[in-house]
């Protein structure tokens, strides 16, 4: 439904006088102001509304609300305990502050929110009550505003415009003085700025950026989602300019510095898309029987130096971004898909991690160091694939990069055969420690030339992709665990993953339960097993996907710090990222201080190294939310070249106002209100993650199998609404 185009809100003069001075100065309690500050504030300059702010000033400090600390200046009298803490908004505009200092998050009315917005760091006070058994408070203060873009589409008017944000979590159009509106026509979608937040405004005043293009557009709709995060998705002009005038010719004096290792058979084994090759491996058999491997990295470091144009914008990103229709990456493409990139037949700068390993996979010797590699060949996953599956070194038609079939090198197949059974060793090993086998099945797209999606298919992690996560696991770890080990302590870039949480685990096994799933929670060797037993046993049910997502989300976050505490997930001590650097700065930074230490320097401030790692996992995290919803765009693209098809799904999710249902043969999700089920008036029961119906006792429960029809898609607020045709059983 269209919003109504707003009127510019205009709410002068002085409503509850004595309130308002008096949350002027709460607001900032640490100032002092006299009566002409506070008229100012108010935007107000007669004689007679300063004369009222001056009588109620005398009663406020005659109450002891406020104190006179010098002539006419006056401050806010504090008696209440202030906290702080992060905003969550809700869609209708309330929210909940989560804070360290309370279990529970505290509540906040959408009349208390004062301005906050979703993210916010935010101060607050306590009511003395609860609101049903919530703990609820009022926002005092803004400490840091979490964003200040918003995208939007603009409503202009004859001499202001607003800007409709996107996100349903900004619950303020933004106003925009007509001045300001860069040229943005009607309906256009763009990227506004906040700019201030006039005391007497309903909404927040802002500028326009950038216009992005029309809404619905496929390059606008992408942009949009870049530009929501903040994300970039072009490089300045000056840091192309640097990386292009990089010398990255292979130089005998440079290579004098490293170990030779181009005669070692090495090979890259990658999606068949990729372009950015960071790992190659290289394998030979010693006179002493044991093998081996080295993990072999683009040497990023060597071309990316501290204090350049290049390395700030790399650090700023912190990550490449992989959308559905293209990948922003953290480099120039000049050292990206060029300069850095393992390619075939190629001479390169490498860091590499070699071990010696035996027949049990047990690593005897280990090398950590600058080389020099040359690729003799690149696998796609679905050729190396073919080699396990057929122990042979034929490479038919059908998964050949070429399209043509062919005959591997003989010594390569052999290798990637050996390393195969070494990596199943490892990973066995793995999991009798207590990790967590996490293979959620990727959704793709198969997109024409417009980058209209034509196809959706399925990617899992076959025994290809294993081998090669195992080793790269391997360098990750015995780097972490060679810096880490190190006395005195050395700082270091870590890769940490914390317990989950009890809670969430009980969540779970509520949800799981009306499957018929047991989990426990005893001990952390038995929450694993049981965790591992869970993922197992959906394989290839319906509610796999639900069961997958859900096993996800109980579990922390994995974040980079230089305080370890371990990865739970992966059931190691010491974990890093070391085996990524073309798109992923932490692994930058470990390259560059796992040298450091080679070359046996002191060990690094924490306190920067710290600062740099939640930059980078915050960097992460959009990158992450940004990856989700163009898959999320793309899904519902999909879906409205389907429309009067019938599909069959799971219910993904219960809420008082509907039901999610992810379609089985596509994964895409969408909402069934609650208000567009005819057969009954149906109600929300929690317990039973279900809705009844209130006269025929029909119940939707989550993981039943439905089928449903598009109702209406929105590319724009990237929503997909179904209508529920029944249960699939009775179809």
């Known amino acids: 439904m ?81 906290y702080s803490g992060i905003l969550d908004i809700t869609a209708k505009g309330s929210g909940y502050i989560i804070c360290d200092d309370f279990e529970d998050d505290v509540y906040v009315a959408s009349n208390n929110v004062n301005k906050a917005l979703d993210g916010d760091e935010v101060e607050f006070y306590l009511y003395k009550r609860r609101k049903r058994g919530k703990l609820e408070g009022e926002i005092t203060n803004i400490i840091k505003r979490k964003k200040s873009e918003y995208v939007g589409v603009v409503q202009l008017h004859s001499n202001y415009a607003f800007v409709i944000p996107d996100s349903n979590k900004m619950y303020k159009d933004i106003f925009v003085p007509i001045n300001k509106t860069n040229k943005a026509e009607d309906g256009d979608k763009v990227l506004v700025s906040l700019e201030d937040w006039p005391e007497k405004a309903d909404s927040p005043y802002g500028k326009i950026l950038k216009v992005l293009g029309k809404p619905g557009d496929h390059q606008t709709e992408i942009h949009s989602i870049l530009a929501e995060y903040g994300l970039p998705y072009e490089f300045p002009h000056e840091v192309e300019e640097f990386a292009s005038k990089i010398d990255t010719s292979i130089s005998a004096e440079e290579i004098a510095k490293r170990r030779d290792m181009r005669k070692t058979l090495t090979f890259t084994i990658d999606p068949k898309d990729a372009k950015d090759f960071d790992d190659a491996l290289s394998f030979q058999v010693l006179d002493n029987g044991l093998y081996e491997i080295g993990i072999h990295i683009a040497d990023v470091s ?8 290049l390395d700030e914008e790399a650090y700023e990103r912190g990550t490449s971004i992989y959308l559905v229709d293209r990948v922003v990456p953290m480099l120039p ?6 300069a850095c990139s393992l390619r075939p037949h190629e001479e390169k700068f490498t860091f590499s991690a070699v071990f010696q390993l035996n027949d049990k996979a047990e690593v005897k010797n280990q090398w950590f160091g600058r080389t020099v590699t040359y690729s003799d060949a690149r696998f796609a996953y679905e050729e190396a694939q073919a080699i396990i599956e057929t122990k042979s070194n034929n490479i038919p038609e059908e998964v050949s990069l070429t399209g043509k079939a062919y005959t591997a090198d003989q010594s390569i197949a052999d ?3 050996k390393l195969d059974d070494l990596a199943k060793i490892m990973r066995s090993k793995r999991m009798s420690q207590g990790a967590i086998s996490f293979d959620k099945v990727e959704v793709k797209f198969n997109l024409d030339e417009e980058n209209n999606p034509v196809g959706v298919f399925f990617k899992s992690s076959k025994d290809a992709n294993k081998l090669i996560e195992e080793f790269m696991l391997l360098a990750n770890k015995k780097v972490a665990e060679f810096v880490g080990k190190k006395s005195p302590k050395k700082t270091f870039v870590y890769r940490i993953h914390d317990e989950p949480d009890d809670s969430k685990l009980a969540a779970l096994q509520n949800v799981v339960g009306k499957f018929g799933y047991k989990l426990n929670f005893k001990d952390r060797k038995s929450t694993t097993a049981s965790l591992n037993n869970l993922l197992k046993d959906v394989v290839g049910k319906k509610e796999q996907n639900l069961v997958d997502t859900l096993t996800i989300r109980s579990m922390s976050k994995a974040e980079y710090s230089v305080f370890n505490i371990g990865h739970y997930g992966l059931a190691f001590e010491y974990y890093s990222h070391f085996t990524s650097p073309i798109r992923r700065y932490p692994d930058v930074m470990a390259h560059r201080l796992l040298q450091h230490y080679l070359d046996g320097g002191k060990s690094v401030s924490e306190e920067v190294y710290e600062d740099k790692c939640s930059h980078c996992s915050s960097m992460e995290y959009l990158a992450t939310q940004a990856e989700r919803d163009s898959i999320k765009y793309m899904q519902i693209k999909f879906m409205q070249d389907h429309k009067d098809e019938e599909f069959a799904g799971v219910i993904s999710g219960v809420t008082d106002w509907g039901v999610y249902v992810e379609i089985i043969s596509n994964k895409c999700e969408g909402m069934v209100r609650i208000r567009d089920i005819s057969d009954d008036y149906y109600e929300f029961d929690e317990s039973q993650f279900a809705i009844i119906g209130r006269e025929t006792k029909n119940m939707y429960q989550l993981g039943d199998e439905v089928v449903v029809k598009v109702k209406n898609t929105d590319l724009v607020k990237k929503h997909l609404d179904f209508i529920l045709l029944g249960k699939l059983e009775d179809q």
């Not at 071309?303 to 144009?309: E, G, I, K, R, S």
């Open 415 to 417: 290798a990637i055969l």
């Open 333 to 338: 493409e000049v050292l990206s898909n060029f």
């Open 2 to 82: 269209a919003r109504k185009k707003r009127k510019r809100n205009s709410s002068g003069g002085i409503g509850n006088l004595a309130q308002t001075i008096l949350s002027i100065l709460k607001k900032e309690r640490n100032k002092t102001f006299n009566y002409k500050q506070i008229a100012a504030k108010l935007g107000v300059n007669d004689a007679s509304s300063r004369n009222q702010i001056i009588k109620k000033l005398a009663q406020l400090k005659a109450k002891q609300e406020i104190e006179e600390v010098e002539r006419g200046k006056f401050k806010a009298v504090i008696t209440t305990q202030y």
């Open 302 to 309: 060597h071309y990316v130096q501290p204090d350049t144009v």
